[in-house]
């Protein structure tokens, strides 16, 4: 008796066909003809052909399991979620992601060349009735998830990009792609090139481990031909800042703690989770499943857990951004409403909405206060390697020890990291009266080697060997810039350096987190980023000389000034 096979069985047993017949140098001049010779050597050496792919739309894992056997695959059911075909088929169809049920299977298919390779099976579940129907014809006919993929073979950044720009050398254009947290894998789509002599019109570059920096700019080249997309995300990114802000705000983070904690820990349910934060089981789960997709937490089997990203939300937690997101997600967020005010008229936002500068707004409410300080040294990791800076280093070698001042220095974060590397250098902290209280605290291990001095700016000691800005010029305009730089050239030594820790804007426009702190300095403080001839226009204003700069991390970096006529000699 002959058997007709399901359309979807059809497809799925071509596909196991085209998996076994291929190999890496054969199928890659197929892709993108012209390749050859050195160029196509170097993409067998660093790639592999590792698959084919189809989607396919059984009714149920019954009907999934007759569609295998029938193509001679073995596969564990049921499929893992599968994050970025979700999505992708979520933004075609206009659909919420929570409501497609999609799954990936990778059974096991040999070469006839003796290769072990996959069939990867997307499943998006119709179950009998469905309006999801009509995604399953549309899919059917379009064929956007069919594709063929290469596994690179040692990830590197240098390594990936290099294939990116061969792929794109050869006709090859970005077609999006994603990092799955539950396999811990990137994956970067492309649409093959015109004239391509395989059935197959999209290849994809699956990357083990997470690659997201890279995936970014190969993101922005997709959305770049697709600019309705591209306004719609960029519309939308105040949800993520409420979304962050309200799964902190909430104690999420926290109640995940050793359950649903790390990597590899095992999930938590949503309905758990709402018992331990009192929220609604069925409104946390949509929030989770949005914060899934942005890598804050994963979705397994067993429920929910954190990744290193959301762990970054806990309290107290090593490098806690914790303050930083009740901040932005709370009195910043709600100025920013204010930004085309400011824009307009060129009066802060901030104090447009609260009737007050920040500074007096957040010092008249002790926890807000609190929080603030808080949230400044959220950023601490721009400070790791400032303990290193030259500068300080040779003053702790100074025979006779050295002082280290610094001015309006928050909660003590930096001046601690500084002392701690060096044991023989001592401190002064200068702040305002309740900031003095908290840097006490925290400080308190190191005893007579750090002193506090309540004051302002006027209030720079004398005598100091380094001095140190961290994160305070960017709040002020240029006038009060110059009255602070003179303050500090007062009390420096002619002996003394300066070290002023900003994010610098780049000179030629190239993307940074001070271009996006510039908008918020105008927005919320009235102060600005700059460029580093800016600052250093503003130093030759204050009698000082800007004479080296060292990058650090989240675009900051550090600018080692000098009284005017001194040249660098560390």
Request: aromatic share 6%; with cysteine.
């Amino acid at each position: 008796m002959i058997t007709t096979l399901s359309g979807d069985t059809s497809r799925l047993l071509a596909t196991v066909d085209f998996v076994k017949e291929q190999d890496t140098a054969a199928l890659l001049p197929l892709l993108f003809p012209g390749l050859d010779g050195p160029e196509l050597r170097t993409l067998v050496e660093h790639c592999r052909f590792s698959h084919a792919a189809q989607l396919v739309f059984p009714s149920g894992e019954a009907e999934l399991g007759t569609m295998l056997t029938a193509c001679g695959l073995v596969a564990a059911l049921p499929p893992a979620p599968s994050v970025v075909v979700r999505e992708r088929l979520a933004v075609r169809h206009r659909r919420r992601a929570g409501d497609l049920d999609v799954g990936i299977l990778r059974p096991p298919v040999v070469g006839v060349d003796g290769a072990r390779r996959t069939v990867e099976v997307f499943v998006l579940t119709v179950p009998p009735g469905s309006d999801l129907g009509v995604v399953a014809e549309a899919e059917r006919e379009r064929q956007h998830e069919a594709h063929v993929a290469f596994e690179v073979v040692a990830p590197d950044p240098l390594v990936l990009r290099g294939l990116c720009a061969t792929f794109a050398r050869y006709g090859a254009t970005a077609d999006g792609g994603g990092y799955n947290p539950h396999e811990n894998g990137t994956v970067f789509y492309f649409g093959a090139a015109a004239e391509a002599k395989v059935g197959y019109r999209r290849v994809e570059l699956y990357v083990p481990g997470d690659h997201r920096d890279v995936l970014s700019a190969h993101l922005d080249d997709h959305r770049a031909r697709q600019p309705a997309e591209t306004v719609l995300r960029l519309l939308t990114g105040a949800w993520t800042t409420q979304a962050l802000a309200a799964f902190t705000e909430l104690g999420v983070p926290d109640a995940m703690e050793g359950e649903g904690d790390g990597e590899d820990g095992r999930g938590i349910g949503v309905e758990e989770l709402a018992r331990k934060v009192g929220a609604r089981p069925r409104n946390l789960a949509t929030l989770l499943r949005y914060l899934a997709m942005l890598g804050v937490v994963a979705e397994g089997r067993d429920g929910f857990r954190l990744t290193g990203v959301g762990a970054l939300l806990r309290a107290g937690g090593p490098g806690s951004m914790r303050a930083l997101a009740l901040m932005y997600g709370g009195p910043f967020y709600q100025s920013f409403a204010g930004l085309g005010h400011t824009v307009r008229t060129g009066q802060v936002a901030f104090e447009h909405h609260f009737g007050e500068n920040h500074f007096d707004h957040f010092a008249r409410d002790p926890e807000l206060a609190e929080l603030f300080d808080q949230s400044m040294a959220a950023g601490s990791a721009m400070f790791d390697p400032v303990p290193t800076h030259p500068v300080l280093t040779a003053a702790a070698e100074a025979p006779a020890g050295a002082t280290v001042v610094d001015v309006a220095g928050g909660n003590g974060e930096l001046l601690g990291r500084v002392l701690a590397a060096h044991p023989r250098l001592n401190g002064v902290l200068l702040e305002r009266p309740h900031v003095v209280e908290a840097a006490r605290r925290r400080l308190e291990d190191l005893g007579p080697r750090c002193a506090f001095l309540v004051g302002d700016f006027a209030d720079v000691p004398a005598g100091g060997d380094v001095y140190v800005l961290s994160r305070v010029l960017h709040d002020w305009d240029d006038e009060q810039c110059r009255e602070i730089l003179r303050h500090c050239a007062r009390a420096m030594p002619d002996h003394a350096d300066l070290l002023v820790v900003e994010r610098v804007l780049p000179a030629d426009g190239a993307f940074s987190l001070a271009t996006a702190w510039d908008l918020h300095m105008m927005c919320n403080v009235g102060g600005r980023e700059r460029r580093a001839d800016h600052y250093g226009r503003l130093f030759a204003d204050a009698g000082l000389a800007l004479v080296g700069q060292v990058p650090l991390p989240l675009d900051g970096s550090v600018l080692h000034v000098r009284k005017g006529g001194r040249s660098a000699s560390v």
